[in-house]
């Protein structure tokens, strides 16, 4: 199964987050995709079977700037092709925000559910505030990914 990685980072934490999550899904015989300045026409010639995105929080809950340009291409055409496929949200944050946190993960999910991508997992929620370590503090939750997009 081909999962295509997207991810929003500013200070390179997501990308790390997501080039593990890659490793692991590879581990797991899947084929990832990963590169954190690809545009929607490089996702579509892949042809994804699976989403993941991993991305982190700026401002007032919006999305890294470094993702935006694909979140809108992606959200201007809403690729048919991808209703109905699997897909998961990693997010990052710091809970001392409040209400923001996390918010860029919600942008992705509603993006998610506006492409009828299934959530096949809750999202998993990385708060800067308490992990020293988001890649391995994300291994269980991607284990867990690894067998519902199986399923």
């Keep these: 199964?081909?999962?295509?990685?997207?991810?929003?980072?500013?200070?390179?934490?997501?990308?790390?987050?997501a080039r593990h999550a890659a490793s692991i899904l590879k581990t797991a015989g899947y084929e990832p995709f990963y590169n954190p300045r690809a545009s929607l026409a490089d996702i579509q010639a892949f042809g994804p079977q699976a989403f993941l995105a991993v991305t982190s929080t700026t401002g007032m809950g919006e999305l890294p700037d470094n993702v935006q340009p694909l979140y809108f291409a992606i959200r201007d055409q809403l690729p048919a092709a991808w209703r109905g496929l699997p897909g998961a949200v990693i997010a990052l944050g710091d809970a001392s925000y409040g209400d923001t946190f996390c918010?860029?993960?919600?942008?992705?999910?509603?993006?998610?559910?506006?492409?009828?991508?299934?959530?096949?997992?809750?999202?998993?929620?990385?708060?800067?505030?308490?992990?020293?370590?988001?890649?391995?503090d994300a291994e269980p939750w991607l284990a867990e990914l690894a067998g519902a997009l199986k399923g």
């Design 103 to 136: 918010g860029g993960g919600e942008l992705m999910r509603e993006l998610f559910g506006e492409l009828g991508i299934r959530e096949v997992l809750p999202m998993l929620r990385l708060d800067a505030s308490e992990s020293v370590n988001p890649e391995a």
């Design 1 to 17: 199964m081909k999962v295509a990685i997207i991810s929003g980072s500013v200070y390179g934490t997501a990308e790390e987050v």
